[in-house]
Nanobody, 124 residues
């Protein structure tokens, strides 16, 4: 089992920044591909981005490309989501997720392990 705990959410004005963190425990963190997803009210869970085991490669949804950056620190068992130039449309609950080898990596059903989520609200 992998336990994931997100933090860093909050209320921010449009154009502002937030950094989310997700701390993992229970297994060897570097064995896991990590994904970030979000869910807005009344909508399904949406892929935001993912990062491979070493942190050398990250992929993003088109809606966040150029504004969001995912990184990881395997020594700290932590993955980060740096969000810049936030927009009201980014308002959602943000989740981190883990799997050894998610296929496909941009679908929520590929990940068995999930955090509890952290709320991000962007005001206009």
């Amino acid at each position: 089992q992998v336990q994931l705990v997100e933090s860093g959410g909050g209320l921010v004005q449009a154009g502002g920044s937030l950094r989310l963190s997700c701390v993992a425990s229970g297994r060897t963190f570097s064995d896991y591909f990590m994904g970030w997803f979000r869910q807005a009210p009344g909508k399904g869970r949406e892929f935001v981005g993912g990062i491979n085991w070493s942190g050398g490669t990250a992929n993003y949804a088109d809606s966040v490309k150029g504004r969001f950056t995912i990184s990881r620190d395997n020594a700290k068992n932590t993955v980060y989501l740096q969000m810049n130039n936030l927009k009201p449309g980014d308002t959602a609950v943000y989740y981190c997720a883990a799997d050894l080898r998610p296929i496909p990596y941009d679908r929520d059903y590929s990940y068995p392990y999930w955090g509890q989520g952290t709320q991000v609200t962007v005001s206009s």
